[in-house]
C-alpha cells in the first residue's frame, strides 16, 4: 500500500537522522518474508559477530570448510548495508541477516510472525566498555574524548545506537508479535560447552573467531576500520566493565538501570566466575 510506503520513508528518514546512516537495503524487505528468514538482531557490542558465526557453521552443519570462500558478513548479511537488495530478493532458503536496527523499524512481515528473530542481549556495563572501545577503532564513528564523556553520552543514548535502554525495551515489550528467541551473551558463554554439536562449538569460541579472517573483520577497509588501533573482536569477557567504571559511575549506572527496566524483568550477569 501507498501509506506504508510512505510511513517506510520516514521512519528511514528519522533512522538517518538520528543514526546517522541511510538505510536504503530496507526497502528491499518491504517484500513479503519466508517462514525460514532468519533475522539476528542485537544492540551493538553485543555479541552479533558471535551470532553471525554460530548461524553460519548451524547453518553448515558444523562444517567450516563450507564457509571458507566467503566472509561471514558476506553470508549473513547486514539489513543496513546497502545494494543488498537484489541479493535478499533471490537468495535460497533459509536467509540469514543480522542487525541492529531498532524495533520500530523492522520488517513488517516479521511483526506479523513470518520469519524468526534471534535476539542477543548482553549486559549494558561490558556493552558500554566494549563500545567505548570500538569507538577509537572504528572510523566511521567518532573518536571518544575520555570514557568519563562515553560513559555519560551511553546513559543519554546519545551514541550510534542510540538508547540501550529503549533497544531493549521496544522488542521485549513487542516479543510476542514475532517468532521471538531471547538469549544473552552471558548465557551463550555459560552453556556454550553444554552443545552437542562440537564443531560449531570449536569454532565459535571467541579465540577461534578472533584468528578467524573470515569471521574477524580484519578485511574490512581501513577507511572502516582503524586495525593498527585494535581488533573488532577485543576481548570478548564478562565484567570488563569492572576495569573501566568508578564505583560513582557503577552506583549511577544501577539507579538508571533500575528505573528505566523496572517494568521489564529481564535480568543480567554483570560477572562470570570461571569454572574450576
Known amino acids: ?48 559477530i558471535w551470532l553471525q558465526q554460530i548461524l553460519i557453521l548451524i547453518e553448515a552443519k558444523g562444517d567450516l570448510t563450507a564457509t571458507k570462500d566467503e566472509n561471514n558478513a558476506t553470508r549473513v548479511s547486514w539489513i543496513e548495508v546497502i545494494g543488498g537488495e537484489k541479493k535478499f530478493l533471490l537468495e535460497p532458503s533459509p536467509r540469514l541477516r543480522i542487525t541492529h536496527l531498532p524495533y520500530s523499524l523492522l520488517p513488517a512481515g516479521l511483526k506479523q510472525k513470518k520469519g524468526k528473530v534471534i535476539y542477543v542481549a548482553r549486559n549494558p556495563k561490558d556493552v558500554l566498555v566494549s563500545f567505548y572501545h570500538f ?26 545506537g542510540s538508547s540501550w535502554f529503549e533497544h531493549i525495551k521496544a522488542y521485549h515489550t513487542h516479543r510476542d508479535e ?33 584468528h578467524n579472517n573470515k569471521a574477524n573483520y580484519r578485511t574490512v577497509s581501513d577507511q572502516i576500520l582503524n586495525h593498527k588501533k585494535g581488533t573488532f573482536l577485543r576481548k570478548g569477557s564478562v565484567g570488563d566493565w569492572k576495569n573501566h567504571f568508578t564505583v560513582a559511575q557503577s552506583e549511577h549506572f544501577d539507579k538508571v538501570f533500575k528505573e528505566e527496566m523496572k517494568d521489564i524483568p529481564l535480568f543480567f550477569s554483570w560477572d562470570i566466575t570461571p569454572k574450576k
Open 1 to 48: 500500500p501507498v501509506a506504508a510506503r510512505i510511513r517506510f520513508k520516514i521512519l528511514m528518514l528519522a533512522y538517518k537522522a538520528k543514526h546517522g546512516v541511510a538505510p536504503s537495503y530496507l526497502t528491499a524487505l518491504i517484500t513479503p518474508l519466508r517462514d525460514s528468514d532468519i533475522f539476528g538482531v542485537t544492540y551493538p557490542k553485543s555479541g552479533t
Open 135 to 160: 569507538h577509537d577503532f572504528g572510523v566511521f564513528l567518532e573518536t571518544p574524548k575520555d570514557f568519563n564523556d562515553f560513559f555519560e553520552k551511553f546513559m543519554d543514548g546519545q551514541v550510534f
Open 178 to 210: 514475532m517468532n521471538f528467541l531471547y538469549i544473552t551473551y552471558e548465557e551463550m558463554i555459560q552453556d556454550l560447552t553444554d552443545l552437542e554439536i562440537d564443531n560449531v562449538v570449536e569454532h565459535s569460541r571467541f579465540d577461534s573467531m578472533r
